[in-house]
C-alpha cells in the first residue's frame, strides 16, 4: 500500500521567513495530494491540494509543488506569521475506489515573533 | 464543503466498557472514513464505512474492538469495545464531498481517555 514519508517532524522559524515541508509518497498511482493544518485540540483543515496533472500551484503565501517523477511533494509557506504556527500533514491518495487518504506524520511548525 | 457533527467530543471511561462515537454529515456521502489520532501523532484510517455494506478495516483494525454502523447515506457510528488505557486517543470521522480525491472534511473529533 501507499506510504508517506514527512520531513522534517518539527521546524522553527522567525517571523517573515520561508518555511518548506517535504514529503515522498510510495504509490505512482496516487494522483491527489492534500495539504492539512491543525491547530492544537482542532481538527484537521485543508489548505491546499493539487493532482498529479500539475507540477505547481499557488495560493497567496501557500504553494505546493510536485515532482511526478521523484514521486515527493512540498509545501512552501512564504513570510510567515505566527498564526502558521501548527502541525501540517501532507496526504496521498488515488482518485478511484475506496483507497484511503494516506497521511504523513506531521510536521509541527513553529514561527517565532 | 460539509458540516459534520460528530460527538461526544470527550469523554473518559473506564478499561472494560464501550463507547459509541456517533458523525452526522449534513449531505449523503457514499463513504464514511474513521481516523485515530493517536497524542502528538498523524491520522490512521480505522475502516471505511459504505452505506448498505460492511465497513472495511485497514491492517491491525478489527471489527470486534471497532464496530462500526452506517445506517443511512448521513450517519454512521464507531463503537470502541472492551476499552483499555491504549485505546485513549482522539477518534476522527471524515467525508469526501464529490469522491475520492476531493477534499477531505473531519468532524471536530473525540477526545477519549480510558482510565
Known amino acids: 500500500g501507499e506510504n508517506v514519508e514527512q520531513h522534517p517532524s518539527t521546524l522553527s522559524v522567525q517571523e517573515g521567513d520561508s518555511a518548506v515541508i517535504k514529503c515522498t509518497y510510495s504509490?505512482?498511482?496516487?494522483?491527489?495530494f492534500p495539504w492539512y493544518k491543525q491547530e492544537l485540540g482542532k481538527r484537521p483543515q485543508l489548505i491546499i491540494d493539487i493532482r498529479s496533472n500539475v507540477g505547481e500551484k499557488k495560493d497567496q503565501r501557500i504553494a505546493v509543488t510536485l515532482n511526478k517523477t521523484a514521486k515527493h511533494f512540498s509545501l512552501h509557506i512564504t513570510e510567515t506569521q505566527p498564526e502558521d504556527s501548527a502541525v501540517y500533514f501532507c496526504?496521498?491518495?488515488?482518485?478511484?475506489?475506496?483507497?484511503?487518504?494516506?497521511f504523513g506524520k506531521g510536521t509541527r511548525l513553529s514561527v517565532i515573533a | 464543503s460539509a458540516v459534520i457533527s460528530q460527538k461526544p467530543s470527550r469523554d473518559i471511561c473506564q478499561r472494560g466498557t464501550s463507547l459509541t462515537i456517533q458523525c452526522q454529515v449534513d449531505s449523503q456521502v457514499t463513504m464514511m472514513f474513521w481516523y485515530r489520532q493517536q497524542p502528538g501523532q498523524s491520522l490512521t484510517l480505522i475502516a471505511t464505512a459504505n452505506q448498505g455494506s460492511e465497513a472495511t478495516y485497514e491492517s491491525g483494525f478489527v471489527i470486534d474492538k471497532f464496530p462500526i454502523s452506517r445506517p443511512n447515506l448521513t450517519f454512521s457510528t464507531l463503537t470502541v469495545s472492551n476499552m483499555s488505557p491504549e485505546d485513549s486517543s482522539i477518534y476522527l470521522c471524515?467525508?469526501?464531498?464529490?469522491?475520492?480525491?476531493?477534499?477531505?472534511?473531519f468532524g471536530q473529533g473525540t477526545r477519549l481517555t480510558v482510565v
Open positions: 496526504a496521498a491518495s488515488k482518485n478511484s475506489g475506496n483507497t484511503p487518504l494516506v
Open positions: 504509490d505512482s498511482a496516487s494522483n491527489y
Open positions: 471524515s467525508v469526501e464531498i464529490g469522491g475520492r480525491g476531493t477534499e477531505a472534511f
